[in-house]
């Protein structure tokens, strides 16, 4: 099971007979056989490493891989639980390294764009579906007949004739699952699901408040002089930066997300470096919209 743990708990069967997939672009909607052959992440790339196929990526093939990867998942994860064979290593957690595929690379080149290339279109689908991931992981993590079969696996990993990258994988699997909850009750896993929805909320509004004050925390200069100590090249970014938000003739120096910010080891103006630092430590914390205060201590 892959499920990437970040600031907010945000991360895989063949198909069933008809999953209707609405055709964004055109309002229209298409077959779940012709979803499947225009949707790049409904089969392996062909690529060397089977690197994502980008030119063939467009924002609207997400929500139809995340739908149809999620419920082929649960199906395989069905099975496996399910299974009336007794657990072994095969056919459960080899099982579930196979598993969910779809979801998979489609999640992978998502998060990945979504850090290097945020837009509003891949923004909202972050909204949209931060939660609905959530739901779906504690659906597989919470699901009691198959952490009984991870358990029993688990119970016996030294007898079991693995390899030691076998036990470790078996070991794995189960302190994930009990780190997620499963030996929780009834009761506790319902108030789990939850706060783990809560986070996946707060997580996404978070990312959004961070990449926007970001924005507006520029450092803004009106005379080249003042980046003395820069390099042309440098100098001439923060132009075009300034030029981009409407500030012809002035110079902006983007806030990075780290506390030192690469600028300041080399202007020689002090008041500018001071305003550079000031505005670095005061992000997310001004009392404005962008405010992530509220956020981290509800998350605490």
Excluded: W
Aim: aromatic share 6%; proline share 4%; glycine share 6%.
């Amino acid at each position: 099971m892959k499920h990437p743990l970040a600031c907010a708990i945000a991360l895989a069967l063949a198909f069933g007979p008809a999953v209707a997939v609405q055709a964004q672009s055109q309002g229209t909607a298409v077959s779940a056989p012709a979803a499947k052959s225009s949707n790049p992440f409904f089969a392996d790339s062909t690529l060397p490493l089977k690197y994502p196929a980008f030119d063939k990526i467009q924002d609207t093939d997400f929500a139809p891989a995340f739908d149809a990867g999620m419920k082929e998942e649960l199906a395989q994860v069905d099975a496996i639980a399910n299974d009336k064979a007794e657990p072994t290593f095969e056919n459960t957690i080899l099982a579930l390294e196979k598993s969910g595929r779809i979801l998979y690379r489609s999640r992978s080149v998502f998060y990945n764009l979504l850090g290097a290339d945020k837009n509003d279109a891949r923004e909202k689908i972050d909204e949209d579906y931060s939660p609905k991931f959530a739901a779906h992981r504690d659906s597989i993590v919470l699901n009691p007949k198959l952490f009984a079969r991870i358990k029993a696996l688990y119970d016996k990993r030294d007898t079991l004739g693995l390899d030691a990258e076998g036990v470790r994988l078996v070991e794995r699997y189960h302190t994930d699952f009990t780190r997620a909850g499963a030996n929780l009750d009834d009761a506790q896993k319902a108030r789990l699901k939850e706060i783990n929805g809560q986070l996946a909320e707060l997580g996404t509004q978070f990312d959004k408040k961070v990449l926007a004050e970001r924005n507006e925390s520029a450092v803004v200069v009106d005379t080249r002089a003042e980046l003395d100590g820069l390099t042309d090249e440098q100098i001439d970014a923060a132009a075009q930066v300034a030029k981009s938000r409407g500030l012809d003739g002035k110079f902006a120096l983007t806030i990075l997300n780290t506390t030192g910010q690469p600028p300041a080891t080399t202007l020689t103006n002090r008041a500018v470096r001071e305003k550079l630092f000031k505005a670095s430590l005061a992000r997310n914390s001004r009392g404005n919209a962008n405010d992530t205060t509220g956020i981290v201590s509800e998350v605490v």
